[in-house]
């Protein structure tokens, strides 16, 4: 089997205060492509759709471009660039750090499927 689609024709777009995600679903591999404009901070733009107090889903991907901090529940922070890889477990804020624009490719799948839906569906 070989299945093949362009991040140039995603799925889905789900658009949010600040950001959007646009997912691709594929055979085995959900993947979203998440970016976020200067200013944006989860806690602002995200917890008032789903109405968590912190994002609750579990992220692995690379940084394409510009800069964002995490700091988790128990209160560590990281700030990742373009070509940082990272985990990240559910439990977090984020938000952009400077002028540019942060866009994210993130593979573990729950991104693609629940980042930035209501609890009403389904999140």
């Known amino acids: 089997m070989v299945e093949v689609k362009t991040i140039e024709k995603p799925d889905e777009r789900r658009d949010f205060p600040g950001g959007h995600i646009e997912a691709l679903h594929l055979t085995g591999l959900d993947f979203a492509v998440g970016t ?3 200013g944006w901070r989860w806690r602002e733009s995200v917890r ?3 109405g968590t107090d912190l994002c609750e889903v ?3 991907g690379i940084v394409v471009q510009g800069r964002m901090r995490l700091r988790t529940a128990d209160g560590a922070e990281a700030e990742l660039g373009p070509g940082d890889v990272y985990v990240v477990a559910p ?3 984020a938000w952009v750090v400077g ?3 942060v866009v994210v490719y993130d593979v573990a ?3 693609a499927l629940t980042y930035a839906k209501s609890s009403e569906a389904g999140a």
Request: glycine share 12%; charged share 30%.
């Open 36 to 38: 976020f404009e200067p």
């Open 48 to 50: 008032p759709i789903v």
């Open 58 to 60: 579990h992220h692995r």
């Open 91 to 93: 439990g977090h804020d």
């Open 99 to 101: 002028d540019e624009q």
């Open 109 to 111: 799948g729950q991104m």
